[in-house]
């Protein structure tokens, strides 16, 4: 039996991905072993929005070939759409398969036998029109179930429409189905993943069907204690979501919106579909209907033509928006993107001072939501994450909190009380019925 291991770089659709082609290998007889157990076949699955996607990827081969130097390495995933010849050339690499054909690797590679020179198959990415049904299994302690891929728009700073494709989409039907397959498991937590969740219900280039409508079906599937969407552009989550995720049994109250920059000049130079008004409002919207909603921010420091002052406005911006976190990403250059060809190209040091505030400003944004938070009670789903004593988990509205480990509330949900933020920063707790948890 010949054995394979993996390698996920990137994103939560990358880890459903690389999940799914696991399961295939081994419907196919293969046994997935770890990295490190000197597997025969190694299928790393790369990314091309992590900063030095090729120097990454050439570090996970020269691993792969220490471990076990005769191994048939096989790169795919977004890098290896975009970039399939480089890698190609990267020594000890023996296969780069694109978006069209990475979830039919074993056929292509016909045994994995090693040819004289790399086998390349990757065609244009207009080809890739198939949606393949993904969801992650065995790795985490939460799923991500994949239900949509590609996307239409064209921010000026991506490259995910040039290495996924145009938008396209699982079927409610289909996705209903895979959901109430990971509630026969022990699985307790669901994360939609998409390029782009909020345009969900395109199959074939027409769109049929509706996010909100595929969130009302799965709110009924039995045996799922939580459904969490993964991130969700601005302008495509409306009032009616909102309102029903306010209400739902199983949606749980945490959003993560991309709004990029806080000021409308650069939002129109990165062809972003909304103004910062908008933003403002469905923050508004959720905060009235969820009070203690967590909304996590994607923004982007340092894209061309931001000056000093359009900085300023985007901190202050959020400053005063009543959110949780921030994810903070400094602009790199990216070949083939608009944003590439533009001037006003901000200096490396002001890109990173800019960051550097950002990242204390989410801090501090974090620590705020934490403490409001305290005194009241929430839902937690204990992982396997056990530190010094300690076990750790998220209530449903993404509070990082710690307790006494007790190997029985493993992957369970239990209603606990906030009681204080350790010097951790992650929150301390009592178990809702007054047992102490932490001693
Ligand atoms: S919405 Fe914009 S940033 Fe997001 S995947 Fe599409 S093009 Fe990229």
């Known amino acids: 039996m010949k054995k394979v291991a993996f390698y996920t770089l990137g994103c939560k659709l990358n880890y459903s991905e690389t999940s799914t082609i696991a399961r295939m290998f081994e419907n196919r007889g293969y046994q997935k072993v770890d990295f490190s157990d000197s597997p025969d076949i190694f299928v ?3 990314c091309s929005v992590t900063e030095n996607a090729d120097k990454k990827c050439r570090k ?3 691993e792969a070939k220490k471990i076990s130097p005769d ?3 096989t790169i795919v995933g977004c890098y290896a759409q975009l970039k399939p010849v480089e890698i190609s050339e990267i020594p000890g690499v023996d ?8 979830f039919q690797l074993i056929d292509y590679l016909d045994g994995f036998q090693k040819k004289e020179k790399p086998q390349v198959f990757a065609s244009e990415i207009k080809e890739a029109k198939r949606f393949n049904h993904s969801y992650s299994y065995g790795d985490r302690t939460r799923t991500f179930l994949k239900v949509q891929d590609g996307c239409n728009y064209g921010c000026a700073f991506c490259t995910i429409p040039l290495a996924r494709g145009k938008s396209r989409s699982d079927s409610i039907q289909n996705i209903v189905v895979a959901a109430q397959e990971i ?3 022990d699985v307790k937590e669901v994360v939609l993943t998409g390029v782009n969740i909020g345009d969900f219900g395109i199959q074939d280039g027409r769109r049929v069907e509706k996010f909100l409508d595929l969130v009302k079906a799965l709110d009924e599937v039995d045996g799922i204690d939580r ?3 993964s991130s969700i552009e601005p302008n495509l989550l409306t009032k009616d979501i909102i309102s029903f995720v306010a209400k739902s049994k199983r949606f749980v109250p945490h959003f993560h919106i991309p709004l990029q920059s806080g000021s409308n000049k650069i939002l129109q130079r990165m062809n972003r579909r909304y103004l910062r008004e908008l933003y403002a409002e469905r923050v508004a919207t959720i905060k009235k209907l969820m009070p203690h909603c967590c909304i996590g921010v994607d923004v982007i420091v340092g894209f061309p033509g931001e000056t000093e002052e359009d900085f300023l406005e985007t901190y202050q911006f959020l400053n005063e928006l009543d959110i949780s976190y921030l994810h903070v990403f400094t602009y790199s250059e990216r070949a083939n993107t608009d944003a590439i060809e533009m001037d006003g190209v901000v200096p490396m040091k002001d890109r990173n001072k800019r960051s550097k505030m950002l990242r204390s400003l989410s801090e501090k944004k974090r620590r705020n939501f934490y403490e409001e938070n305290l005194g009241g009670q929430f839902t937690v789903l204990f992982e396997e994450d056990i530190e010094e004593g ?11 909190v710690a307790a ?6 493993i992957n369970e949900t239990k209603k606990v009380e906030l009681r204080e933020i350790n010097d951790r920063g992650v929150v301390e707790v009592t178990e809702a019925e007054e047992e102490i948890l932490v001693h």
Not at 404 to 409: E, F, G, R, V
């Open 183 to 185: 509630a026969a498991t």
């Open 390 to 400: 300690m076990m750790h988990g998220f209530t449903e509205n993404y509070i990082r």
């Open 71 to 73: 191994s048939y390495v």
């Open 95 to 102: 296969a780069v398969l694109g978006a069209a054909e990475k």
């Open 44 to 46: 790393i699955n790369t």
């Open 404 to 409: 006494k480990y007790d190997p029985i509330l």
């Open 227 to 229: 459904f969490r969407i």
């Open 60 to 62: 996970v081969v020269q």
